[in-house]
């Protein structure tokens, strides 16, 4: 089966850098995707990462390492809007292209 | 070019009744997936329906039926509800259900049941 693993609540400082873990096992893996969710809102894509390496887009970096079945969320210069939910979810190959697994999530809080 | 619409946004039901969930996909996407969201287990795959075909199916039990339409349009169904279906459903769509095409959701139909 698919696990998938994320702290569920972090907090920083707005105008820092924090960086969301996601780890995961997955038998056919074949594709990382980064969710942002605000409250009573749909989630957004940030990013998607199949091969190893950094994918980088404005303040938001997404790094994948797939020997390691591990991946994080840069955020930098944190902004107040930045407090949401940040969705990790892995496409399994053999479970079919739009069965995303999701992990719980985590919930972060950017304080002044 | 119009999001992903779900309909209605809100609803509450009782115990033993049926819902029918509604999710308009952007236009030109032709693949539908749902998910249930609750606070404790994430967001858990549904199905998914392309071509007016279901493609996939999550571990749900039969209560929980969907069917897609000609012009992409998917409805959801869930009968005889039970309190541990209160939950965000979200619908998300995508232009084909292959490689790195990225899941656009919906804001989602909360169903409250009591």
């Known amino acids: 089966g698919q696990n998938i693993d994320q702290p569920t609540e972090m907090t920083a400082t707005e105008g820092a850098i924090v960086q969301i873990n996601c780890t995961y096992q997955?038998?056919?893996?074949?594709?990382l995707f980064w969710y942002q969710q605000h409250a009573g809102e749909a989630p957004t894509f940030l990013s998607y990462?199949?091969?190893?390496g950094l994918e980088e887009k404005g303040r938001f970096s997404s790094f994948l390492s797939r020997s390691k079945g591990y991946s994080y969320l840069l955020l930098k210069e944190l902004q107040m809007k930045d407090s949401a939910s940040y969705l990790c979810?892995?496409?399994?190959?053999?479970?079919?292209?739009?069965?995303?697994?999701f992990g719980t999530g985590t919930r972060l809080t950017v304080i002044p | 070019k119009a999001g992903v619409t779900q309909t209605p946004r809100y609803l509450i039901k009782t115990r033993g009744q049926q819902v029918t969930l509604s999710c308009s996909p952007i236009s030109g996407h032709r693949s539908v997936s749902w998910y249930q969201q609750t606070p404790g287990q994430g967001l858990q795959f549904l199905f998914e329906y392309f071509s007016e075909t279901q493609r996939n199916k999550g571990n749900f039990p039969g209560r929980f039926s969907g069917r897609q339409f000609s012009n992409s349009r998917s409805e959801m169904n869930v009968s005889t509800l039970e309190l541990g279906d209160s939950a965000l459903y979200l619908c998300?769509?995508?232009?084909?259900?292959?490689?790195?095409?990225?899941?656009?959701f919906g804001a989602g139909s909360r169903l409250t049941v009591l």
């Open positions: 998300a769509s995508s232009l084909e259900p292959t490689g790195a095409n990225v899941l656009t």
């Open positions: 997955t038998s056919g893996f074949n594709g």
């Open positions: 979810a892995v496409r399994d190959v053999q479970t079919g292209a739009n069965n995303l697994f």
């Open positions: 990462n199949v091969l190893d």
